[in-house]
């Protein structure tokens, strides 16, 4: 009996031993399985964080690349705007009012794109920077070390070193070791379900190799990581990329407010092409609508959140500043039309041009505010959206415009993180890793600092511009530089600004470019006498002027009557300079010194009647003089005009200065003269020192504004080293002598010049001539080695 079962127990205890042992062989097996596919896992979940890295970086790079693309492009077309279009070159100069508006916004569009430009350098390479790191550094793929490897594997032998009642359990006799309850849903809360009850039964004792495993490979209980965890790469990366966020968004912003202030001057810019170069009034209404719509739809696709400021939210800014350029082309009709000149017209345009600079420095500081950025809360995430944490201070306005989007700080229901697990089963605990935080920088700020200095310079230029306009409209449009050199020629640089119909003060007047079609108009009245204007004034003048080049330079004698000696008697120590003439029987001599003698002439004969001084302001040695009924009018050599009305009283002919300096071409006069015409225009030719041309100018009746009306250029004039121009009384013929004799007579509005007076000996020195009433032409020279001169008449042919 006893040995029966003993033989019994043998028989149990040598089966349970076997089949204990299969088990723990088994068990070992799956133990390395485990172990390698663990890791092969959590291998193919690093290198999708690498991804993650790629991705998240890639995005940015690929946004910084965009915004570098489209800058560089419209580069060149903000500076084709600036220098190859700019404006005077190929037409005369807008009205300053427009400039006003179009140089701030071209020049702001400039530092705008500039400013996106480097920003977007930096994101750029800011980002690949820390992708570079992140990559080399921290996101590696997982590799496990020979010893780890030795550990996890198991040898027969060790089957040795297990408890006795592991060796010797009894299959279904010693229960086998309960499962592991399984975690309930971590949503379970949030649904309302009711927990499970914790189980009174006492859990199975595991066995020893078990144990050994979680002990020797794990280190913990191998619980899994709860949802608070997030994973390391995506907490490292959120506070790397905070350091470019603020570079990437302010290079959007940039490019929205250079795309803002380019729209404003592409449409000015059109205007101006179409008025001053084309005189086409319909297509300046059509095109700059078409600028102004696609202004607002910019704005209104890229401002799409109020900002954190309110003070200028209460004015919808966005969508009034897109339509200034309306207001202009209104001002600009009315600028450039054949509208009666008035104080009233003048002030409208005014008004319209104010109210463009106000709503422009409104624009500015409200586009301050959208730019501000600002603590925030924490978004909901939106597929297609953007999204960053709030701790990144960023502007809301244009939250959904520059498109970032930063790693997630939790994980997604569903999704777990086996590198995660397997720290949080070394730590001993199991619940909840700790993993390597975004660490704390503060809100980077630089990039909205350097971003501040172009607003308040964008700020401060508007604020500058509209002082400058006043200033202007207080001391006169372009008052402050010199009117010198190119700035007042032809074609080019044309002329400083006036509205069309403000320089002669008459409708339908000359158009506003040398280059520009002109109109020809009869005007009616006594005011006029019935004359004819010439639109074609440039034009003809160079005609004319070519033919008279070549009569002055040619050798050909030219058999016109001789003129005869006058006998009058000159003052003691007066030497005449000039002659000035508005009647057949009267004339004025004048010295350099501004002391004249009125002259009756009778016949052949002359007699001077009185003697004057002309007293006024200092101006300088005169140089040439011309008569009319409204007074004389003189011209210093420095440029200076004066009037001197009526006639002298006692001796003294009081004089004012009563238009602007000539412009003196960038060197000196050579010659010029001033008339004032029937309706009371003020008309100068000039020739410069350094210059082989004539310029016709012509000015207001305030003398204001002296605009070219043409230019040639004489080669054969520049030849002669003195040479004297004269008006007639009503400013219609232009006289030129030499100092050889010879004078040319041009009746402006005709083609050809007439020859008045041909080249005489060397015996004389001829110093001026002008024209008499009747048909007369008066001669001032002097014998050779004589400083006394002498009045000789001619007549004309």
Same mark, same amino acid.
Request: charged share 20%; hydrophobic share 40%; net charge neutral.
């Given at each position: 009996?006893?040995?029966?079962?003993?033989?019994?127990?043998?028989?149990?205890?040598?089966?349970?031993?076997?089949?204990?042992?299969?088990?723990?062989?088994?068990?070992?097996?799956?133990?390395?399985?485990?172990?390698?596919?663990?890791?092969?896992?959590?291998?193919?979940?690093?290198?999708?964080?690498?991804?993650?890295?790629?991705?998240?970086?890639?995005?940015?790079?690929?946004?910084?690349?965009?915004?570098?693309?489209?800058?560089?492009?419209?580069?060149?077309?903000?500076?084709?705007?600036?220098?190859?279009?700019?404006?005077?070159?190929?037409?005369?100069?807008?009205?300053?009012?427009?400039?006003?508006?179009?140089?701030?916004?071209?020049?702001?569009?400039?530092?705008?794109?500039?400013?996106?430009?480097?920003?977007?350098?930096?994101?750029?390479?800011?980002?690949?920077?820390?992708?570079?790191?992140?990559?080399?550094?921290?996101?590696?793929?997982?590799?496990?070390?020979?010893?780890?490897?030795?550990?996890?594997?198991?040898?027969?032998?060790?089957?040795?070193?297990?408890?006795?009642?592991?060796?010797?359990?009894?299959?279904?006799?010693?229960?086998?070791?309960?499962?592991?309850?399984?975690?309930?849903?971590?949503?379970?809360?949030?649904?309302?379900?009711?927990?499970?009850?914790?189980?009174?039964?006492?859990?199975?004792?595991?066995?020893?190799?078990?144990?050994?495993?979680?002990?020797?490979?794990?280190?913990?209980?191998?619980?899994?990581?709860?949802?608070?965890?997030?994973?390391?790469?995506?907490?490292?990366?959120?506070?790397?990329?905070?350091?470019?966020?603020?570079?990437?968004?302010?290079?959007?912003?940039?490019?929205?407010?250079?795309?803002?202030?380019?729209?404003?001057?592409?449409?000015?810019?059109?205007?101006?092409?179409?008025?001053?170069?084309?005189?086409?009034?319909?297509?300046?209404?059509?095109?700059?609508?078409?600028?102004?719509?696609?202004?607002?739809?910019?704005?209104?696709?890229?401002?799409?959140?109020?900002?954190?400021?309110?003070?200028?939210?209460?004015?919808?800014?966005?969508?009034?500043?897109?339509?200034?350029?309306?207001?202009?082309?209104?001002?600009?009709?009315?600028?450039?039309?054949?509208?009666?000149?008035?104080?009233?017209?003048?002030?409208?345009?005014?008004?319209?041009?104010?109210?463009?600079?106000?709503?422009?420095?409104?624009?500015?500081?409200?586009?301050?505010?959208?730019?501000?950025?600002?603590?925030?809360?924490?978004?909901?995430?939106?597929?297609?959206?953007?999204?960053?944490?709030?701790?990144?201070?960023?502007?809301?306005?244009?939250?959904?415009?520059?498109?970032?989007?930063?790693?997630?700080?939790?994980?997604?229901?569903?999704?777990?993180?086996?590198?995660?697990?397997?720290?949080?089963?070394?730590?001993?605990?199991?619940?909840?890793?700790?993993?390597?935080?975004?660490?704390?920088?503060?809100?980077?700020?630089?990039?909205?600092?350097?971003?501040?200095?172009?607003?308040?310079?964008?700020?401060?230029?508007?604020?500058?511009?509209?002082?400058?306009?006043?200033?202007?409209?207080? #001391?006169? =449009?372009? @008052? *402050?530089?010199?009117?010198?050199?190119?700035?007042?020629? +032809? !074609? &080019?640089?044309?002329? /400083?600004? %006036?509205?069309?119909?403000?320089?002669?003060?008459?409708?339908?007047?000359?158009?506003?470019?040398?280059?520009?079609?002109?109109?020809?108009?009869?005007?009616?009245?006594?005011?006029?006498?019935?004359?004819?204007?010439?639109?074609?004034?440039?034009?003809?003048?160079?005609?004319?002027?070519?033919?008279?080049?070549?009569?002055?330079?040619? #050798?050909? =004698?030219? @058999? *016109?009557?001789?003129?005869?000696?006058?006998?009058?008697? +000159? !003052? &003691?120590?007066?030497? /005449?300079? %000039?002659?000035?003439?508005?009647?057949?029987?009267?004339?004025?001599?004048?010295?350099?010194?501004?002391?004249?003698?009125?002259?009756?002439?009778?016949?052949?004969?002359?007699?001077?009647?009185?003697?004057?001084?002309?007293?006024?302001?200092?101006?300088?040695?005169?140089?040439?003089?011309?008569?009319?009924?409204?007074?004389?009018?003189?011209?210093?050599?420095?440029?200076?005009?004066?009037?001197?009305?009526?006639?002298?009283?006692?001796?003294?002919?009081?004089?004012?200065?009563?238009?602007?300096?000539?412009?003196?071409?960038?060197?000196?006069?050579?010659?010029?003269?001033?008339?004032?015409?029937?309706?009371?225009?003020?008309?100068?030719?000039?020739?410069?020192?350094?210059?082989?041309?004539?310029?016709?100018?012509?000015?207001?009746?305030?003398?204001?504004?002296?605009?070219?009306?043409?230019?040639?250029?004489?080669?054969?004039?520049?030849?002669?080293?003195?040479?004297?121009?004269?008006?007639?009384?009503?400013?219609?013929?232009?006289?030129?002598?030499?100092?050889?004799?010879?004078?040319?007579?041009?009746?402006?509005?005709?083609?050809?010049?007439?020859?008045?007076?041909?080249?005489?000996?060397?015996?004389?020195?001829?110093?001026?001539?002008?024209?008499?009433?009747?048909?007369?032409?008066?001669?001032?020279?002097?014998?050779?080695?004589?400083?006394?001169?002498?009045?000789?008449?001619?007549?004309?042919?």
């Amino acid at each position: 009996m006893l040995a029966s079962a003993g033989a019994a127990a043998t028989a149990v205890a040598a089966g349970a031993f076997k089949y204990n042992r299969a088990n723990y062989f088994f068990d070992s097996g799956l133990r390395f399985a485990r172990y390698t596919t663990g890791y092969g896992y959590a291998q193919e979940q690093a290198a999708l964080y690498r991804e993650d890295i790629r991705d998240l970086t890639n995005l940015t790079v690929a946004k910084q690349d965009s915004y570098h693309g489209v800058a560089v492009l419209f580069f060149v077309l903000n500076f084709q705007l600036i220098m190859a279009g700019r404006l005077g070159v190929h037409g005369p100069s807008p009205p300053g009012w427009l400039l006003s508006i179009y140089w701030v916004n071209i020049s702001s569009a400039l530092m705008f794109l500039c400013v996106a430009t480097w920003l977007t350098l930096h994101a750029s390479a800011r980002a690949t920077a820390g992708s570079v790191h992140m990559l080399t550094r921290s996101v590696r793929i997982p590799i496990p070390s020979p010893k780890q490897l030795d550990k996890a594997r198991k040898t027969g032998n060790s089957f040795e070193k297990q408890r006795v009642s592991d060796v010797f359990r009894v299959p279904f006799v010693v229960p086998a070791p309960k499962d592991a309850a399984e975690e309930a849903p971590a949503d379970d809360a949030k649904k309302g379900a009711a927990a499970a009850p914790p189980s009174k039964t006492k859990p199975r004792r595991m066995p020893k190799w078990f144990q050994d495993e979680t002990k020797e490979l794990q280190g913990g209980t191998g619980a899994p990581v709860g949802r608070g965890s997030n994973p390391e790469h995506f907490e490292l990366y959120r506070g790397l990329a905070q350091e470019w966020a603020g570079h990437d968004c302010y290079a959007r912003i940039g490019l929205i407010y250079w795309m803002s202030s380019w729209l404003t001057s592409v449409s000015l810019y059109s205007q101006c092409h179409c008025f001053t170069e084309l005189r086409a009034i319909w297509p300046a209404w059509t095109v700059t609508p078409i600028f102004c719509m696609a202004h607002f739809c910019v704005l209104q696709c890229e401002i799409t959140e109020e900002s954190h400021s309110r003070l200028l939210a209460t004015i919808p800014l966005e969508k009034i500043v897109p339509w200034t350029p309306m207001i202009v082309v209104v001002g600009m009709t009315i600028d450039y039309s054949t509208l009666t000149p008035n104080d009233g017209w003048i002030a409208v345009i005014y008004l319209l041009s104010w109210s463009c600079y106000i709503i422009h420095f409104l624009w500015a500081c409200r586009q301050y505010e959208l730019a501000m950025p600002h603590p925030q809360v924490d978004q909901p995430e939106s597929t297609g959206h953007a999204w960053y944490p709030a701790e990144w201070w960023l502007p809301r306005a244009f939250s959904s415009a520059f498109y970032i989007v930063a790693p997630p700080k939790q994980l997604e229901p569903g999704q777990n993180c086996i590198l995660q697990e397997m720290k949080a089963s070394k730590d001993g605990k199991g619940a909840v890793a700790s993993p390597k935080k975004a660490r704390e920088v503060g809100p980077m700020l630089f990039p909205w600092r350097l971003f501040r200095g172009a607003m308040i310079t964008y700020i401060s230029v508007w604020a500058l511009i509209m002082f400058g306009r006043v200033f202007e409209q207080v #001391n006169g =449009e372009r @008052q *402050l530089l010199k009117q010198e050199g190119r700035v007042m020629r +032809w !074609p &080019s640089h044309m002329q /400083p600004w %006036m509205t069309p119909w403000t320089r002669n003060g008459t409708r339908t007047e000359y158009a506003h470019s040398g280059g520009s079609d002109r109109r020809l108009h009869e005007l009616a009245g006594a005011h006029y006498h019935g004359e004819q204007k010439v639109a074609a004034l440039a034009e003809r003048l160079a005609a004319s002027l070519g033919n008279l080049a070549e009569v002055l330079d040619t #050798n050909e =004698e030219v @058999q *016109l009557p001789a003129p005869m000696r006058a006998p009058v008697s +000159w !003052p &003691s120590d007066f030497k /005449p300079a %000039m002659l000035a003439s508005k009647a057949k029987d009267m004339m004025l001599a004048l010295t350099q010194e501004r002391h004249g003698v009125m002259i009756q002439v009778t016949g052949d004969a002359a007699e001077v009647l009185s003697k004057f001084a002309l007293e006024g302001p200092e101006l300088g040695e005169l140089m040439a003089a011309s008569w009319s009924d409204s007074g004389l009018l003189v011209t210093t050599k420095y440029g200076a005009v004066a009037e001197c009305t009526g006639l002298p009283v006692n001796g003294v002919w009081p004089c004012k200065q009563v238009a602007e300096r000539l412009p003196t071409g960038g060197s000196s006069l050579k010659a010029a003269v001033v008339a004032r015409t029937p309706s009371g225009l003020l008309r100068a030719a000039v020739t410069f020192t350094e210059d082989e041309g004539v310029v016709l100018l012509e000015a207001d009746i305030a003398g204001r504004n002296w605009t070219p009306s043409g230019e040639v250029q004489l080669s054969q004039l520049n030849a002669i080293d003195e040479h004297h121009f004269s008006f007639s009384a009503d400013g219609d013929e232009l006289i030129i002598s030499s100092k050889n004799g010879a004078a040319l007579k041009w009746r402006v509005g005709e083609t050809q010049p007439e020859m008045v007076a041909s080249p005489k000996g060397a015996d004389h020195v001829w110093h001026c001539a002008c024209a008499m009433r009747g048909g007369r032409l008066a001669h001032l020279a002097s014998t050779a080695g004589s400083a006394r001169s002498e009045l000789l008449l001619a007549r004309r042919a």
